[in-house]
């Protein structure tokens, strides 16, 4: 764990000097307050950094990728003040959420500045002698990920109260809504480094594979973690009546009456009869066919890089996507 915790803060600077560049010039004071107020209470950075590594993982300088880099953590940053509104939800990294300091008006325009600043950041990125080929590939790249997010979102929001969601349904909807992005860091940063047609495929394939894996062990975690490491009860997902592949699983596989007895537990929103849920899918195998589902992803995604030379950055991709499985929240 340390040693991503390091690989993690070696471009956090310099990408956090970007951010705060292309926020700048925001204008008024409370846009500009609002607009910054999540990337000052920190955040992993786990999207930029993998920009960087990918472009470094190709031979690239890393210097080129951090505008890119810093272009993804800004429509990191807008997805979550939009998701904070769309979801009612008071607190985001230990602070309260953009909507609840500035009204909902205000925070709905920052995460639209946030937004448009990422695409100007991006075509800024030809200030750092990258082709313009290079930069209208990457942005395309930044672009498509966008749209996908809003996509995802919305089959999130149209999975509610929709028990019939099939595995391929869940798994695109998760690409969508959390995988896309980070394809996009590492596709977009392999392109701003050079890479060939098979090096940007490798490196965006194992972007998606990692952030489908992310997802889905936060699934795993919700049932097999607990509160301290969570930092919210464990069961949230069960409580909340979330469509998850765990329950996607139980769903598919159960027997009429625990698929009614589920769906039901799943309808009353009941902390109480979380252990009731929990125990189906232990009965169907369903925490452990997520568990190797996130697995899977992890191991074709490390597979994935072995058509790259050995390389601090390689090591550091390997780590990257070993830390998706191992974190605990």
Same mark, same amino acid.
Request: glycine share 6%.
């Given at each position: 764990? #340390?040693?991503?915790?390091?690989?993690?803060?070696?471009? %956090?600077?310099?990408?956090?000097?970007?951010?705060?560049?292309?926020?700048?010039?925001?204008?008024?004071?409370?846009?500009?307050?609002?607009?910054?107020?999540?990337?000052?209470?920190?955040?992993?950075?786990?999207?930029?950094?993998?920009?960087?590594?990918?472009?470094?993982?190709?031979?690239?300088?890393?210097?080129?990728?951090?505008?890119?880099?810093?272009?993804?953590?800004?429509?990191?940053?807008?997805?979550?003040?939009?998701?904070?509104?769309?979801?009612?939800?008071?607190?985001?990294?230990? !602070?309260?959420?953009?909507?609840?300091?500035?009204?909902?008006? +205000?925070?709905?325009?920052?995460?639209?500045?946030?937004?448009?600043?990422?695409? !100007?950041?991006?075509?800024?990125?030809?200030?750092?002698?990258?082709?313009?080929?290079?930069?209208? =590939?990457?942005?395309?790249? /930044?672009?498509?990920?966008?749209?996908?997010?809003?996509?995802?979102?919305?089959?999130? +929001?149209?999975?509610?109260?929709?028990?019939?969601?099939?595995?391929?349904?869940?798994? !695109?909807?998760?690409?969508?809504?959390?995988?896309?992005?980070?394809?996009? %860091?590492?596709?977009?940063?392999?392109?701003?480094?050079?890479?060939?047609?098979? =090096?940007?495929?490798?490196?965006?394939?194992?972007?998606?594979?990692?952030?489908?894996?992310?997802?889905? =062990? @936060?699934?795993?975690?919700? /049932?097999?973690?607990?509160?301290?490491?969570?930092?919210?009860?464990?069961?949230?997902?069960?409580?909340?009546?979330? +469509?998850?592949? +765990?329950?996607?699983?139980?769903?598919?596989?159960?027997?009429?009456? @625990?698929?009614?007895?589920?769906?039901?537990?799943?309808?009353?929103?009941?902390?109480?009869?979380?252990?009731?849920?929990?125990?189906?899918?232990?009965?169907?195998? #369903?925490?452990?066919?997520?568990?190797? /589902?996130?697995?899977?992803?992890?191991?074709?995604?490390?597979?994935?890089?072995?058509?790259?030379?050995?390389?601090?950055?390689?090591?550091?991709?390997?780590?990257?996507?070993?830390?998706?499985?191992?974190? =605990?929240?």
């Amino acid at each position: 764990m #340390s040693e991503v915790i390091e690989i993690l803060k070696k471009y %956090s600077e310099s990408i956090d000097h970007e951010i705060k560049e292309a926020l700048s010039t925001i204008n008024p004071q409370a846009l500009l307050e609002a607009s910054n107020h999540l990337t000052k209470a920190g955040g992993k950075k786990i999207r930029p950094s993998l920009a960087v590594l990918s472009c470094e993982a190709v031979g690239g300088k890393p210097e080129y990728a951090l505008k890119t880099a810093a272009a993804i953590e800004l429509i990191h940053t807008f997805s979550l003040i939009h998701d904070d509104i769309m979801d009612a939800d008071d607190m985001r990294r230990g !602070e309260p959420s953009v909507h609840v300091l500035w009204g909902e008006p +205000m925070a709905i325009l920052a995460g639209d500045i946030i937004f448009s600043k990422a695409f !100007e950041t991006v075509i800024r990125t030809e200030t750092d002698n990258s082709s313009y080929k290079r930069v209208t =590939q990457a942005l395309e790249t /930044v672009v498509d990920s966008c749209i996908k997010i809003c996509e995802g979102q919305a089959c999130d +929001m149209s999975f509610e109260g929709n028990f019939d969601v099939s595995e391929s349904e869940y798994m !695109e909807m998760i690409y969508k809504k959390t995988a896309a992005l980070i394809a996009a %860091s590492t596709k977009a940063g392999a392109i701003i480094g050079g890479a060939d047609e098979k =090096q940007v495929e490798a490196l965006a394939e194992y972007g998606r594979l990692i952030g489908l894996a992310f997802q889905i =062990q @936060d699934d795993y975690l919700d /049932v097999v973690s607990d509160e301290e490491s969570l930092g919210k009860p464990v069961g949230s997902d069960i409580v909340e009546g979330k +469509m998850t592949l +765990m329950v996607v699983k139980a769903l598919e596989s159960a027997s009429p009456e @625990d698929k009614e007895t589920l769906i039901t537990i799943l309808k009353e929103n009941n902390p109480e009869r979380v252990d009731e849920a929990i125990a189906i899918f232990e009965k169907y195998g #369903s925490i452990e066919y997520t568990h190797q /589902v996130a697995l899977d992803n992890v191991q074709k995604a490390k597979d994935l890089l072995n058509i790259f030379e050995d390389s601090e950055a390689k090591d550091a991709l390997i780590l990257l996507a070993d830390f998706v499985l191992e974190r =605990q929240h």
